[in-house]
């Protein structure tokens, strides 16, 4: 059984994604980050980084539990234990990991700043959101190129779609026009209708936030509890 630790966000919807996509059976634990719940020791146990998502696998190597934080690993560790979506043919392991690896230091961290910088600063900076903005653009345009090419990002339906797609479907928060990059266009409308993307990606529908963040929610994502020493 995979215990999932999960809050409704892009990165969150990679891991339930994967999960519906194998069928392989887990629980679901909330980590509700606006009210700082990945700042408790239990689950800095488990995610020393305080980010989400993370899992323990009850049934881990060996038959003993393991527990795995940043969502990149755990695509990689899913892809290993069920033999799905992550090839074992090294030609074909490593088209996937590459782009796995261009989403957690590319997409993720941009797309990321173009959706605070745009939408949750305290102050509009000009520079910040241009550039990210920008950034976020090129990023887009790469995966356009990419797509043209091939009917899934690294060729065939892998974990590399899945990381990917959930970070492209705020592309308005992200300051672009779907339009403009119609092959990404597509491909999101062909995952989207997939029954276990349909379903991965109404993971903790009922916690979703509804409105503006609030002030809580702002000082546990962007204020000084991150920031705190911990034991």
């Not at 979506?85 to 690896?101: A, D, G, N, T």
């Not at 999101?188 to 609030?214: C, F, N, S, Y």
């Amino acid at each position: 059984m995979i215990e999932l630790y999960a809050w409704p966000t892009p990165n969150g919807f990679k891991i339930s994604i994967m999960l519906e996509e194998t069928g392989t059976p887990y629980t679901v634990h909330p980590v509700d980050i606006g009210k700082g719940e990945q700042f408790k020791p239990d689950f800095l146990a488990i995610s020393p980084n305080n980010k989400m998502p993370a899992i323990v696998d009850t049934d881990g190597p060996g038959g003993k539990p393991i527990s795995i934080f940043e969502s990149g690993a755990i695509l990689i560790y899913l892809g290993e234990k069920t033999g799905k979506f992550y090839p074992s043919e090294p030609r074909k392991k490593y088209e996937v990991l590459q782009w796995l690896m261009f989403q957690m230091g590319g997409i993720g961290p941009m797309l990321g700043q173009a959706h605070h910088f745009r939408g949750y600063a305290p102050e509009k900076l000009q520079y910040a959101i241009d550039r990210y903005t920008k950034e976020a653009g090129r990023l887009y345009g790469v995966v356009e190129r990419q797509l043209a090419k091939h009917p899934f990002i690294a060729g065939e339906y892998s974990i590399a779609d899945m990381a990917i797609m959930p970070w492209m479907l705020s592309w308005e928060r992200q300051g672009q026009n779907i339009d403009d990059f119609p092959h990404v266009k597509k491909w999101i409308e062909t995952l989207k209708a997939r029954p276990a993307v349909a379903k991965g990606l109404q993971l903790l529908a009922e916690k979703r936030r509804q409105g503006p963040m609030d002030e809580q929610a702002k000082r546990m994502l962007f204020g000084d509890e991150q920031y705190r020493k911990r034991a």
